[in-house]
């Protein structure tokens, strides 16, 4: 599987912006796929996940902001992004593995895509 993420940009808080994530590859409409963000300084962290039949995970942090989906026809998966904070700033990356459970720990997903950076201004 390879993954393609697009739609980073600069956006003012409270703005949105819409993160894509084109996957090629048999196996994608089986895969779960998460968004994952690496602010400055931070480590990497799960913002959200899907699974195959449309299940969805979200960190806190995100919880009512975020909204992540997918289109299995098109192998896609996006990441909704609206009221958007400064801290929200980071490199986003989408990720995919074959699991049906949850995973939050990036080191166990198979699949990475590029990153695309998402600037927050204040």
């Known amino acids: 599987v390879q993954l393609q993420a697009s739609g980073g940009g600069l956006v003012q808080a409270g703005g949105s912006l819409r993160l894509s994530c084109l996957a090629s590859?048999?196996?994608?409409?089986?895969?779960?796929v998460g968004w994952f963000h690496q602010g400055p300084g931070k480590q990497r962290e799960m913002v959200a996940s899907?699974?195959?039949?449309?299940?969805?995970t979200y960190a806190d942090s995100v919880k009512g902001r975020f909204t992540i989906s997918r289109d299995n026809v098109e192998d896609m998966v996006y990441l909704q992004m609206n009221s958007l904070k400064p801290e929200d700033t980071a490199v986003y990356y989408c990720?995919?593995?074959?699991?049906?459970?949850?995973?939050?720990?990036?080191?166990?997903?198979?699949?990475w895509g590029q990153g695309t950076l998402v600037t927050v201004s204040s």
């Open positions: 990720a995919a593995v074959r699991s049906k459970i949850v995973i939050v720990n990036g080191d166990m997903y198979e699949y």
């Open positions: 899907i699974s195959s039949d449309g299940r969805t």
């Open positions: 590859g048999s196996i994608f409409s089986r895969a779960r």
